[in-house]
């Protein structure tokens, strides 16, 4: 069974382990304290009650067989959760981000999936109102991944995907469309609200951005 190991608890943490569970996830929750073990009483997983950066911990919970590791404490907590976990090898490393200028760049550096609370909101605000919207999700000294939603004022509203792409000389893989994810095709035409998902050479990238955005 595919093994998940969750540190942190709260309303995101409890539904994201309920999710993980329902498809097929055996989790793990490591909180700091016994009234945290309360809270996740109901849910049907491992928990342990300890200091949440405390290696032996982590080993005792299996962070060494997991194939996903979530973050949700505090930033602090979440950076050294997922420093480990990275240099334990876990194939993925998520992190919810409370203060973006100051940690979500040392997240991304440790090739982190880092989630800024905040992007998380204006995403869904900028969608709704069909406003313009960026996120950075990944970035090394070769690529990088943006998440761009269109706004209602883009000028390649109709055009094509694949005119888009050759234009910038990068790739868009997935695009998301109100609840339905779509593979990338050359013909797909782009229409407001859409969530493109930007991947390639790191200066194609933002070049692309820029004029997406």
Same mark, same amino acid.
């Given at each position: 069974m595919r093994r998940a190991l969750i540190v942190g608890v709260n309303g995101i943490?409890?539904?994201?382990?309920?999710?993980?569970?329902?498809? #097929?996830?055996?989790?793990?929750?490591? /909180?700091?304290? $016994?009234?945290?073990? %309360?809270?996740?009483?109901?849910?049907?997983?491992?928990?342990?009650?300890?200091d949440q950066v405390n290696e032996e911990v982590l080993?005792?919970?299996?962070?060494?067989?997991?194939?996903l590791v979530l973050s949700f404490a505090d930033d602090e907590t979440n950076l050294k959760v997922a420093s480990i976990?990275?240099?334990?090898?876990?194939?993925? /490393?998520?992190?919810? /981000?409370?203060?973006? $200028?100051?940690? +979500?760049?040392?997240?991304i550096e440790l090739g982190v999936y880092a989630i800024p609370i905040v992007d998380a909101v204006i995403s869904k605000i900028a969608h709704y109102l069909r406003m313009p919207f960026k996120q950075l999700l990944f970035a090394d000294e070769l690529v990088q991944a943006y998440y761009v939603v269109i706004s209602m004022d883009?000028?390649? +509203? #109709?055009?094509?995907?694949? %005119?888009? $792409?050759?234009r910038c000389g990068?790739?868009?893989? +997935?695009?998301?469309?109100?609840?339905? /994810?779509? +593979?990338g095709r050359d013909n797909l035409s782009i229409e407001a609200g859409d969530k493109l998902l930007i991947v390639g050479r790191s200066d194609a990238v933002v070049r692309c951005v820029e004029k997406l955005y």
């Open positions: 943490s409890i539904s994201v382990a309920r999710l993980l569970i329902n498809n #097929g996830y055996d989790a793990t929750f490591i /909180v700091k304290s $016994e009234h945290e073990g %309360q809270v996740v009483r109901d849910v049907p997983a491992y928990v342990y009650v300890s080993d005792n919970a299996g962070i060494d067989k997991a194939e976990a990275r240099s334990r090898g876990v194939p993925v /490393v998520m992190a919810l /981000v409370n203060d973006k $200028e100051n940690y +979500l760049d040392r997240f883009s000028p390649y +509203l #109709g055009d094509e995907l694949g %005119q888009l $792409e050759r990068v790739s868009i893989p +997935l695009v998301i469309r109100g609840n339905e /994810v779509i +593979l």
